[in-house]
């Protein structure tokens, strides 16, 4: 695919897009604040002269221009959503540096000095620079709150875990100890069992003694 066919399919998705309603990131730029940076963007580093010629119709010329073959892309800049383009139109050796937000221009300067394009293609893009800043700075807090959110997640799982695991072990510390008490009771038991048994056992013992001993001594006791 030549440069030629690449520039014109890149012509094509511009116009598709120009004039179509933007999402968020256009809607900001409509607020007061975005507006004003916009204004002071317009004004920077421009001649009275350039300053002018928004209103000389440079966007619908360059719509129309940008169809054709002759358009030639030179340099392109993007931060964020917002870009600069340098372009030349060889037949009248002339260039356009344009101004846009995702594709939809805003701003677009000519003129046939080199030196003065080079230059206020430097100076938007400078702008977009500034211009993303917000929009960037958003994107950066949006991913925090979805990292942060996701780290709250994990950690209610861990908790919810350790909890599980906590009434577990509350649950069989509980039977343990009921276990305990059972066995101590018992035990207890047992050993009056053991002592009243050895009691009886020692009264046994002295009888068998004493019939032993009266045996062996022939005389049976009345």
């Known amino acids: 695919m030549d440069r030629k066919t690449k520039l014109r399919e890149r012509a094509l998705a511009v116009c598709i897009v ?7 990131n256009a809607e900001a730029l409509q607020n007061s ?14 001649t009275p002269d350039e300053n002018r010629q928004s209103a000389a119709g440079n966007v619908v010329e360059l719509q129309q221009m940008i169809h054709g073959p002759d358009l ?23 260039y356009y540096v344009t101004l846009f ?16 394009a080079d230059l206020i293609y430097k100076d938007f893009v400078r702008q977009t620079v ?8 958003h994107t950066q807090l949006e991913a925090q709150k979805a990292f942060t959110q ?7 799982e861990h908790a919810s875990r350790l909890q599980a695991d906590l009434d577990v072990a509350r649950q069989q510390q509980s039977i343990v100890d009921s276990q305990q008490r059972q066995k101590r009771a018992e035990a207890m038991a047992l050993a009056r069992q053991k002592a009243a048994a050895q009691d009886q ?22």
């Open 18 to 24: 120009l004039g179509a309603a933007q999402g968020t």
């Open 33 to 46: 604040g975005a507006s004003q940076q916009v204004e002071q963007a317009q004004t920077t580093a421009l």
């Open 72 to 94: 030639s892309e030179l340099r392109t800049t993007y931060n964020g959503s917002y870009g600069t383009s340098l372009l030349f139109y060889g037949k009248e050796m002339t």
């Open 101 to 116: 937000q995702q594709k939809n221009f805003w701003r677009v300067i000519r003129t046939q000095d080199a030196t003065r």
């Open 130 to 137: 500034q211009l993303s800043d917000v929009e960037i700075r």
């Open 150 to 156: 996701r780290m709250i997640a994990l950690s209610q």
């Open 201 to 222: 056992l020692r009264a046994a013992q002295g009888q068998v003694r004493e019939l032993q001993r009266q045996l062996e001594s022939g005389l049976p006791p009345h």
